[in-house]
């Protein structure tokens, strides 16, 4: 990065963090926006004049412990800076106003805004920064202020619990990541990621594949892939809705940044890698959306579809490594193509959703889908918002999921001309896979739309819903603008991506094939543009109906309110009714707790039938493990007597330990040695 600039970043990040605590209560979010457009204004700068010519490099001389800190702009980073800018500008303008309720609490917004300065700042760090040690110190601040984020309403039990879960689980990521990051470094004594390449070039393949296991294990804790997907769903409804739309539109994308980086650096097997990431993907993409259907509470419903979609994006990079192991450039381009626009579009359409649940949340003050419906009268922008977003999330033309996917869909189809029957197997059951993931997507927003938008609402509120503030509509029709130019004219963004994918696809040894992306990018525009056409046609029509029969005169009769006419409320498909055969269907794979009243009597009183769907790899691998260790330490728990002289003698006996166990250490070893001989 530009010396001048990266100073002026760090110079404007610190004057953020002090001015915001002596700001006035209503002025801390605008002046944390302003830093943060600040910063995003510099550092786009710089990513888009990498994107259009080169890489921008930069040393500092750091402290004896960080030793030389190497920072480097490259397309990667470029793409990766420009998607997280945009994300954290809508997040911070949509946090002015939807903060506006907590602004008495001084303290605890300062603290939140704060954090968010050092959140936005750390993720873009991140994508530059070339030293090990310097990388887990930032890594560190990440999460930290990620946390701080998560547990705003920290008073709540559950939300104090999903930070601390998120909070655990990051840390064993950074464990997996320091593993890698030290092995490196003894075996090179250097700190730079210029080492990994040279450390996995010098050994077997084999150990740059376990290499980078220990990476991917490490940076897939923060993307959310199964089986390390836990902490999601519990951080993303106790969080804000800003920051659960930044978390799962950037904060969760840095993993995948982080797998990208590692790929780039480590020199291995790509194809027995590219088929690890395609099965780990498959299985994270259709169990991502086979749970977010049975979830009833709306942002937890879209935390699971983010594990969905880091599964289609794994798709995607799966299919990329596969094509640079085969030597085939069609299949690398598409792959990694499809995977980094995916990125992007993940990050428009899901922030978009989060919004939109922010604003049911603040209009009913309830995420169960059971309690909403009809809100389309009350709230029609947050709507047509929240439906044209959960059209992107399903990849219907013309919006931006279909162009991402389209080009994953054209790289397996490419894909099932190779020569081996474990490629063309993998390439079937990974477009079954995407095929499966891609209707119950549509099954699973049919459900949420229906049941929170359309019909009649189910559950008396306080007061009346009402339509979000301008003031966060204005940055969800940011991303809605944003969304349909990728998806109508999608040759623009893909053009972008050349300069990203062909740090990868420049890893093949054979020559590059000519026009890889033209007739591919021409089928995307022509199906783009025709479905807009038939959006607005259908919107004319509708326009000109509603003009022609304005003025006529219109019969209005009860003949047949088709059960709208008695308590409508409890005539109506509820979520759980809505799925139920699906529910039934799914049974062996999921976990469900049921409360139950039964009906009893000819006059029976109350009766209730609820569901608690429950992660059944969460109950079996983390619930299971943490239980029986509660149960191993109960067995000490006589140590906790509460007497002073008890945790005096403890004290004694470990200082006696420390002192004593090198004597102990060696008298071990000569006796080993004795036995030995």
């Known amino acids: 990065m530009n010396e001048r600039i990266l100073l002026a970043t760090i110079l404007i990040s610190i004057v953020g963090i002090i001015i915001v605590p002596f700001s006035l209560p209503k002025l801390k979010s605008i002046v944390n926006f302003l830093i943060v457009l600040l910063i995003a204004i510099l550092s786009s700068y710089e990513a888009v004049v990498v994107l259009s010519s080169y890489s921008i490099e930069a040393d500092f001389q750091s402290s004896y412990f960080f030793?030389?800190?190497?920072?480097?702009?490259?397309?990667?980073?470029?793409?990766?800076?420009?998607?997280?800018?945009?994300?954290?500008?809508?997040?911070a303008l949509y946090g002015i106003f939807y903060m506006k309720p907590y602004e008495e609490q001084k303290a605890n917004t300062s603290l939140h805004w704060i954090s968010y300065i050092l959140m936005h700042v750390s993720l873009l760090s991140v994508c530059c920064v070339?030293?090990?040690?310097?990388?887990?110190?930032?890594?560190?601040?990440?999460?930290?202020?990620?946390?701080?984020?998560?547990?705003?309403?920290?008073?709540?039990?559950?939300?104090?619990?999903?930070?601390?879960?998120?909070?655990?689980?990051?840390?064993?990521?950074?464990?997996?990541?320091?593993?890698?990051?030290?092995?490196?470094?003894?075996?090179?004594?250097?700190?730079?990621?210029?080492?990994i390449t040279s450390f996995s070039l010098e050994k077997p393949t084999l150990v740059?594949?376990?290499?980078?296991?220990?990476?991917?294990?490490?940076?897939?804790?923060?993307?959310?892939?199964?089986?390390?997907?836990?902490?999601?769903?519990?951080a993303h409804p106790a969080a804000p809705s800003h920051i659960s739309g930044v978390m799962s539109g950037i904060i969760i994308k840095i993993g995948i940044y982080g797998i990208l980086r590692m790929l780039f650096l480590i020199h291995t097997d790509y194809t027995v890698v590219g088929y690890f990431i395609l099965f780990i993907s498959v299985i994270s993409g259709i169990y991502g959306v086979i749970l977010a259907i049975i979830q009833h509470n709306l942002k937890k419903l879209l935390a699971y579809h983010s594990i969905e979609n880091i599964g289609i994006i794994g798709i995607g990079i799966g299919l990329g490594c596969i094509g640079v192991g085969t030597g085939n450039h069609l299949l690398a381009s598409l792959g990694f193509a499809g995977g980094l626009l995916h990125v992007l579009n993940h990050s428009l359409f899901k922030s978009l959703l989060f919004y939109s649940a922010g604003n049911v949340y603040q209009a009913t003050h309830t995420m169960n889908v059971e309690q909403l419906g009809g809100l389309i009268k009350r709230m029609p922008h947050t709507s047509i918002l929240f439906l044209v977003a959960a059209l992107s999330i399903c990849g219907l033309p013309p919006f931006n999921g279909f162009i991402s996917e389209f080009l994953i869909y054209s790289g397996l189809f490419k894909g099932l001309a190779g020569n081996y029957s474990v490629s063309i197997l993998s390439m079937i059951f990974s477009i079954l896979g995407l095929v499966l993931i891609g209707g119950l997507a549509v099954l699973c927003f049919t459900k949420a739309f229906g049941i929170v938008f359309l019909g009649t609402p189910r559950h008396p509120l306080n007061h009346e819903p009402q339509e979000a503030s301008t003031g966060k509509l204005i940055p969800m029709y940011m991303v809605l603008a944003l969304i349909l130019a990728i998806g109508i004219y999608p040759k623009f963004f893909v053009r972008l991506l050349s300069a990203p994918v062909m740090m990868f696809t420049a890893?093949?040894?054979?020559?590059?094939e000519s026009d890889i992306f033209p007739g591919t990018l021409n089928i995307m525009t022509i199906v783009g543009i025709c479905s807009a056409g038939f959006i607005l046609l259908c919107g004319l029509i509708f326009f000109l109906r509603s003009r022609i029969t304005l003025n006529k005169r219109q019969t209005i009769s009860p003949t047949w309110g088709c059960g709208y006419v008695g308590d409508a409320g409890k005539m109506q498909y509820t979520a759980n009714s809505f799925i139920r055969s699906y529910r039934k269907l799914v049974k062996p794979?999921?976990?469900?707790?049921k409360k139950e009243t039964e009906v009893v009597g000819i006059f029976p009183h109350t009766a209730s039938y609820e569901t608690h769907p429950q992660d059944k790899l969460e109950e079996k691998f983390i619930d299971r493990i943490i239980f029986l260790l509660k149960k191993f330490l109960e067995r000490f728990s006589f140590l906790q007597s509460g007497n002073a002289q008890h945790y005096i003698?403890?004290?004694?006996?470990?200082?006696?330990?420390?002192?004593?166990?090198?004597?102990?250490?060696?008298?071990?070893?000569?006796?080993?040695?004795?036995?030995?001989?």
Do not use: R
Not at 215 to 232: D, E, M, N, R
Not at 507 to 512: L, Q, V, Y
Not at 650 to 669: E, R, T
């Open 589 to 593: 794979i999921i976990s469900l707790h």
């Open 507 to 512: 890893k093949i040894n054979s020559p590059i």
């Open 208 to 234: 740059g594949i376990i290499l980078f296991l220990c990476f991917f294990i490490g940076f897939a804790f923060k993307a959310g892939f199964v089986p390390f997907h836990t902490w999601l769903p519990y």
């Open 130 to 195: 070339q030293n090990s040690l310097m990388f887990l110190l930032i890594w560190e601040i990440m999460t930290l202020a990620s946390f701080v984020l998560i547990i705003f309403e920290h008073t709540k039990k559950q939300t104090l619990k999903a930070g601390i879960n998120f909070l655990i689980q990051s840390h064993i990521g950074v464990f997996f990541l320091t593993i890698a990051f030290i092995w490196v470094a003894s075996q090179t004594n250097s700190y730079d990621f210029s080492s």
């Open 649 to 677: 003698l403890y004290g004694v006996i470990f200082i006696l330990l420390v002192i004593f166990f090198p004597f102990i250490s060696d008298a071990f070893n000569s006796l080993l040695s004795f036995l030995k001989n």
């Open 67 to 91: 030793g030389n800190i190497h920072i480097s702009i490259d397309a990667l980073s470029a793409w990766f800076i420009l998607l997280i800018n945009f994300t954290a500008i809508t997040g």
